[in-house]
Structure formats: C-alpha cells, structure tokens
C-alpha cells in the first residue's frame, strides 16, 4: 500500500452542518460511555460527503475534538483507510476496478478512457466535474468491467459505453445505474436460459 498523506492545500476550517451535528450525535450515541471514538469511520465518512468528497486535515480535527481523542489517532484512521480521499476529488468520483475480473473484461480500455477524458489518476479536471482513481474489488465481478461513481455503481460497460457515461455526467445529462449493456441485474447477456416454460 503506498503512502497516504493529506493534500498541500487545506481549508482554514471545517465544521458539521446543523443537520449533520444531529445525525454524528445520533451516531455517536449508539456507543456505551467511554467507547465513543467507534463512531469515528461514520462520522469522517460524512464529513467526507460534506466537504465535496475529500476529507480535510480540519474536518479529521473536528472529528477528533468531538469524538474526545488525540487528533493522530483519528488521522492513522483517515490515511488508513483508501476510502477516504485526502485530496480534492471532481463532482463525479470515478473508481475504476482494475481487479482480475474487471482487468479480463476490459478495464484497461476504460482505464484509457479515464486518461483521455480527465487525465491521469488524481487529476481534476478544470470544470472540477471529473476525477478518477484505480481501486481493488468493488464487488461486482459478474458484470464486469464496472466502475463505482460517488455512490453508485456503472456495470458492463465498454470504451464507448464509458466515455458517454463520463459526457453525459459532465454535462448534468441524466444517466442510468446498473449494467450498461441492457441485462437486468446480473442476470445473463441475452435473457434467462433456464426455467422458461411450464414446470
């Protein structure tokens, strides 16, 4: 695993919204007296989606002062964890699987995809629309190649499939989840095979 460090550029503070103070003490209150630094993976994953998909050094220091523990223990947990990203990241977040199956079924064409839409891995683009990232199993070999965009997952996808998935999104056009290629969920290319006619 390589080295994690926070971006060069920080903001100059970071703090919960009104809504999200509520739900981190919601969260933080399903923890017995004295183990309440366990609601620390929620509660950076929140202040993840709150600061536009990355998580600041201010943001891992707010989270540390409510959780009441030192500020390097919640920072070896945010630069631990590959889910969390430490460097500003586009409106649309793409993680590429680059695992086995997905490396079979085409993830290196959809990896050329990546550089030539948006550049390489970490780069945003300068609408601040795109960015990407290579990362291990996503889950969901059965369909792929796929790829997870912020919170949703694209599957089946081809070159062409990809980079209009990647233009519509850049332009606010409407885009569907799921497989790309037309099967339902991951049922088999062409329909069922089995279990057609009367038992």
Request: charged content about 25%.
């Amino acid at each position: 695993m390589s080295v994690r460090r926070l971006h060069e550029q920080q903001p100059e503070a970071f703090a919960f919204s009104e809504d999200n103070l509520v739900w981190a003490g919601e969260q933080i209150a399903k923890y017995p007296e004295g183990r309440q630094a366990s609601a620390i993976l929620p509660l950076l994953w929140q202040a993840q989606k709150q600061g536009g998909g990355w998580l600041s050094e201010p943001a891992i220091r707010c989270v540390a002062d409510m959780l009441d523990m030192p500020y390097i223990r919640a920072l070896e947990v945010a630069t631990f964890y590959s889910m969390f990203n430490l460097s500003p990241v586009g409106e649309h977040f793409v993680q590429l699987c680059g695992t086995t199956p997905c490396w079979l079924r085409g993830a290196d064409d959809l990896k050329a995809v990546c550089r030539k839409i948006i550049g390489e891995q970490g780069n945003v683009t300068e609408d601040g629309k795109l960015s990407w990232l290579e990362v291990e199993c996503l889950g969901a070999c059965v369909n792929a190649p796929m790829v997870q965009i912020n919170d949703d997952f694209f599957e089946d996808l081809t070159a062409d499939t990809f980079e209009r998935l990647l233009e519509d999104l850049r332009h606010g056009r409407e885009v569907a989840t799921g497989p790309q290629n037309g099967r339902q969920a991951s049922a088999p290319e062409g329909g069922p095979t089995v279990l057609k006619g009367n038992m």
